[in-house]
């Protein structure tokens, strides 16, 4: 077996803030940005965060946002909190949701990878009210999204009307804790009876604020299994190293395999190492068959 490996560390800040997370201290961080004290989190070192974004009032609008923040771990967006005016002297409804799209998009709403369910809410004449809405109850795609906070308001004849929006003004990682791809296969073109050489890249990333230990592996298996890891027809000797907060790792295999004849799943495989238990976490396949 022959492997290259190839690491991408988090910049020294990032890097620093990441460690003060881990110690549990209360701290501020980068851009006014409350770190919320850690002692005794089970989150595995996720590093919560709340960020408070800067409102332009407008007071012309019958309802508008006067308070907008979010709670986020370094991978997942966990609460958004909001406080809604009424700026009239008769009730009134709104409507509140927030959604996620790719930064700086010029209408977030046609970008948007989640929409999360407007909540109706009723304010009293004069009044204000806050609400917090739950992170995002679906899976969405890995990667850097603005969260954007919208109140609708009724009229008379009960139609909705746009009264207020803002943006984060700034990105945050939504994805998962940790995750594995198979980003590379090439394979020889000698006979059946020969060993099959393959070159197999296998690339991974810890997002969580904690370094962790983890084993990766591959396996190959036949389209119809379902348990690939118990009755693969191939798994190779799983690699064992750490991986550093926010860091990804990339490693490449080279084999001679001796495999029947057919074709088979390539799918990669990470586990954390916890004591002497090893818990899967990710898994990907790659998505052509190796056909031998």
């Known amino acids: 077996m022959s492997e290259n490996t190839a690491r991408r560390r988090l910049p020294m800040v990032a890097a620093i803030t990441a460690a003060l997370l881990i110690a549990g201290a209360a701290v501020i961080g980068l851009n006014g940005t409350d770190l919320v004290n850690l002692a005794g989190s089970t989150d595995n070192g996720s590093g ?39 700026t009239r002297a008769n009730p009134q409804t709104a409507y509140v949701w927030y959604i996620l799209a790719p930064q700086n998009a010029p209408e977030p709403w046609a970008a948007a990878v989640y929409t999360a369910n407007d909540q109706r809410v009723e304010l009293a004449a004069a009044s204000t009210t806050k609400i917090t809405l ?33 943006g984060a003004g700034r990105s945050l990682f939504v994805g998962p804790p940790y995750s594995i791809s198979v980003s590379a296969v090439q394979l020889n073109d000698l006979a059946v009876d020969e060993p099959l050489n393959t070159e197999v890249t296998l690339a991974m990333e810890n997002n969580t604020t904690a370094e962790v230990e983890v084993g990766v592996t591959y396996s190959l298996t036949p389209p119809e299994v379902v348990a690939a890891w118990e009755t693969a027809v191939y798994n190779l000797p799983p690699r064992y190293l750490t991986l550093l907060p926010g860091e990804s790792y990339v490693i490449t295999y ?33 998505p052509d068959l190796i056909q031998r």
């Open 48 to 86: 919560i965060a709340r960020v408070t974004v800067p409102l332009t009032v407008n007071v012309d609008q019958p309802l508008r946002l006067t308070q907008f923040s979010y709670m986020h771990s370094a991978y997942d967006l966990l609460a958004v909190d909001v406080e809604i005016a009424n």
């Open 134 to 166: 739950p992170g995002p109850a679906a899976d969405i795609a890995a990667g850097d999204y603005e969260i954007s906070v919208w109140v609708h308001g009724v009229d008379a004849g009960g139609a909705r009307f746009h009264a207020d929006g803002a």
């Open 254 to 286: 080279r084999e001679a395999l001796d495999l029947p004849p057919g074709d088979y799943v390539l799918t990669g495989w990470l586990y954390r190492v916890d004591a002497e238990e090893q818990v899967p976490v990710a898994s990907a396949a790659y």
